[in-house]
């Protein structure tokens, strides 16, 4: 208990240092502040004229959870691809692999927009906004659980923390893009690299994707079916 504490504790440092979780928290603000502002629409009565036909529900959930997407996705690969080419102006490196890691990115953050649509079918938009939040920092404690667990080579806590990552999958493919990004990398540098902010390297593979895809269709399914019962 003693070396989980004192490695925690070394964790929660560095990233107090590199200034993680002022970034986060600003970001995760923002974002509350900004779901809270444009949605609720069904409680404004702002969506009655657009689920009569020829537009129906359904084609409503579905074209705003593309108009996410069409936001999110660009943003993601724009941010990864940026990051990856200042890495290599700084350091002369490349990613193992490029395009996998970048699509499980992108896909990550479908699923978080996807999960965001299911809950505001069902919760008042700052109950989704507090939800969604809190299933994403369990996301990062499985990932951080994890860590622990490679550390203090913890059968049961790895196992643990895997199934959690899969659980709410954004997490699991973070984990298999962070694998793909370090696949040839060796020594000190690549367990180093493995680590990542959130959550250590896991193989995930074909799986994973096949999973993420599912887990993406049911909770769409679930969107659309909520909505259609939903009193307007």
Request: charged share 10%.
């Given at each position: 208990?003693?070396?989980?504490?004192?490695?925690?504790?070394?964790?929660?440092?560095?990233?107090?240092?590199?200034?993680?979780?002022?970034?986060?928290?600003?970001?995760?603000?923002?974002?509350?502040?900004?779901?809270?502002?444009?949605?609720?629409?069904?409680?404004?009565?702002?969506?009655?004229?657009?689920?009569?036909?020829?537009?129906?529900?359904?084609?409503?959930?579905?074209?705003?959870?593309?108009?996410?997407?069409?936001?999110?996705?660009?943003?993601?690969?724009?941010?990864?691809?940026?990051?990856?080419?200042?890495?290599?102006?700084?350091?002369?490196?490349?990613?193992?692999?490029?395009?996998?890691?970048?699509?499980?990115?992108?896909?990550?953050?479908?699923?978080?927009?996807?999960?965001?649509?299911?809950?505001?079918?069902?919760?008042?938009?700052?109950?989704?906004?507090?939800?969604?939040?809190?299933?994403?920092?369990?996301?990062?404690?499985?990932?951080?659980?994890?860590?622990?667990?490679?550390?203090?080579?913890?059968?049961?806590?790895?196992?643990?923390?895997?199934?959690?990552?899969?659980?709410?999958?954004?997490?699991?493919?973070?984990?298999?893009?962070?694998?793909?990004?370090?696949?040839?990398?060796?020594?000190?540098?690549?367990?180093?690299?493995?680590?990542?902010?959130?959550?250590g390297a896991e193989q995930g593979?074909?799986?994973?994707?096949?999973?993420?895809?599912?887990?993406?269709?049911?909770?769409?399914?679930?969107?659309?079916?909520?909505?259609?019962?939903?009193?307007?």
């Amino acid at each position: 208990m003693t070396a989980t504490l004192t490695i925690a504790g070394y964790g929660l440092r560095e990233a107090v240092r590199r200034k993680v979780f002022v970034v986060v928290c600003v970001l995760s603000v923002a974002f509350v502040v900004l779901y809270w502002l444009v949605r609720g629409d069904a409680e404004r009565g702002l969506l009655q004229p657009l689920v009569v036909r020829p537009v129906g529900r359904s084609t409503v959930l579905i074209a705003r959870f593309l108009g996410a997407a069409a936001v999110c996705v660009p943003y993601v690969l724009a941010l990864y691809f940026a990051t990856m080419v200042l890495t290599h102006a700084e350091g002369s490196w490349w990613p193992d692999r490029i395009v996998t890691p970048g699509l499980e990115l992108a896909g990550g953050v479908l699923i978080v927009a996807a999960l965001s649509l299911l809950g505001s079918v069902f919760l008042s938009p700052v109950a989704n906004g507090i939800a969604i939040f809190m299933l994403f920092g369990a996301g990062l404690v499985a990932g951080l659980l994890g860590n622990i667990g490679h550390v203090l080579n913890s059968h049961g806590l790895i196992h643990a923390a895997k199934i959690a990552a899969w659980a709410v999958p954004f997490e699991a493919l973070y984990q298999d893009a962070l694998r793909g990004i370090t696949e040839n990398t060796s020594g000190l540098t690549g367990f180093l690299l493995r680590l990542g902010p959130f959550g250590g390297a896991e193989q995930g593979g074909f799986g994973l994707r096949l999973w993420a895809l599912a887990y993406l269709a049911v909770v769409g399914a679930v969107a659309v079916a909520g909505f259609q019962r939903r009193d307007l």
